[in-house]
C-alpha cells in the first residue's frame, strides 16, 4: 500500500524538505502533490486521490485550519488524514487541531517522529509496520 | 521577561538552524564574522496578548549555505532560494519564541515573513530590543525580537 500525499504549505522550500523527510520515513509513498494554501489544497482534492495531507496553518489565502474546516463538511473528502505541521506551541490552538480529528507535528520535527505520526494517523496497526519499510538509520531532523 | 526571552531566543535560534538547515551558530564571533556586511534580512510580524516583530540579518553566504542545505543543494546562489530559505528560518524561530511572551493557552498569529534586502528596510530602533548575535562558518546572523505593545485584556471599547 502506498500513500498519495498533498504538502500544504506556502513556503516552497519547506515544501520540499517536508518531501525530502517522506521520503525518508520509509512509508511507502505513491503520488505527491503540492499546494502554496489551503484554497489550491481544496483545488487538488477536487481532482486527486488524496490519501494524507501535511498541512501548515499560517498561510495566505486560506489558512490550514479553514482548509481542515473545509475538509471536513465535504462528504467526499472528509475522512481525509490531516497531519498538521506549524511552530505553533498554544495549547488552545493544537487543541482546536485535534479536535477537528488532525493530529500534530511540531516543527522543527525528525524523520522518526513524522514516520510514526503518518503511522498513526493513517491507521496503520503494529503488525501492518512490520510490512512499512523501516526508516533509514540517518535520523535527520528537520 | 528579557532574560528568559533571550535564553529562549538563543534555544530556538540554534535548534533551528542545526535542526532545519544543519548550520551550527557559535557565540562566539571572530572579527572577519563581524566584519562582513549583512546582505538579506526576514521580518515575522507577531500579534497576540504581545505584538512585536522578529527580525533576522545574515551575511549573504550564510543565506546561501542556508538555502543549499535547507534544498539539499551544492550551490543555492539564486536569490529568490536564499528568500525563501530566510523566510522560513525566521518563521520558525519566531514560532519557537513567541510563546514566551505569553501562557500556554495564548494564541499568537504570525504573519507571512517578509523578506529584504538589508539597508532598504528602513532603520529601526533597537532601544528595549532582544538581540542576539551568532558567527556561522564565515559569517554571521543577527536576530532581534521588539516587543511593540503589550495587550492589556478589557482594555479598549
Known amino acids: 500500500m502506498a500513500f498519495n500525499v498533498l504538502v500544504v504549505d506556502d513556503s516552497a522550500v519547506m515544501r520540499a524538505m517536508i518531501v525530502r523527510t517522506l521520503q525518508m520515513t520509509g512509508v511507502p509513498l505513491g503520488e505527491i502533490h503540492q499546494a502554496g494554501n489551503g484554497q489550491e489544497a ?26 481542515i474546516e473545509r475538509v471536513r463538511e465535504n462528504p467526499l473528502i472528509r475522512d481525509l488524514s490531516v497531519i498538521v505541521v506549524s511552530t505553533e506551541s498554544s495549547e488552545t490552538r493544537i487543541e482546536r487541531i485535534l479536535n477537528q480529528g ?32 523501516a526508516p533509514p538509520g540517518d535520523d535527520f531532523d528537520f | ?31 572577519h564574522q563581524l566584519e562582513a556586511p549583512l546582505a538579506w534580512g526576514a521580518r515575522v510580524a507577531f500579534s497576540g496578548p504581545v505584538n512585536g516583530t522578529l527580525d533576522i540579518q545574515v551575511t549573504d553566504g550564510v543565506a546561501a549555505e542556508l538555502a543549499a542545505n535547507m534544498l539539499g543543494m551544492h550551490d543555492a546562489s539564486d536569490d529568490g532560494m536564499k528568500r525563501d530559505a530566510l523566510g522560513e528560518i525566521a ?43 551568532v558567527g556561522i562558518d564565515g559569517g554571521r546572523a543577527e536576530i532581534t525580537v521588539r516587543v511593540m505593545a503589550h495587550v492589556v485584556e478589557g482594555a479598549g471599547a
Not at chain 1, 103 to 117: C, G, Y
Open chain 1, 102 to 133: 488532525a493530529e500534530f507535528v511540531h516543527k522543527p520535527f525528525t524523520a522518526e517522529s513524522l514516520r510514526e505520526t503518518i503511522l498513526q494517523v493513517t491507521g496503520v496497526s503494529d503488525d501492518q509496520r512490520a510490512s512499512v519499510g
Open chain 1, 42 to 67: 481544496l483545488e487538488v482534492l477536487k481532482d486527486q486521490w488524496v490519501d494524507l495531507a501535511l498541512v501548515d496553518i499560517n498561510m495566505p489565502v486560506m489558512n490550514g485550519e479553514e482548509l
Open chain 2, 1 to 31: 521577561m528579557t532574560s528568559e526571552l533571550q535564553s529562549e531566543l538563543l534555544r530556538a535560534t540554534t535548534s533551528t538552524f542545526e535542526d532545519l538547515a544543519f548550520a551550527f551558530p557559535e557565540a562566539e564571533i571572530e572579527d
Open chain 2, 91 to 133: 518563521n520558525v524561530i519566531c514560532g519557537n519564541v513567541v510563546p514566551s511572551l505569553g501562557k500556554a493557552s495564548d494564541v499568537f498569529d504570525l504573519r507571512s515573513p517578509e523578506v529584504y534586502v538589508v539597508g532598504t528596510d528602513g532603520e529601526e530602533t533597537s532601544a528595549g530590543a532582544t538581540r542576539l548575535v
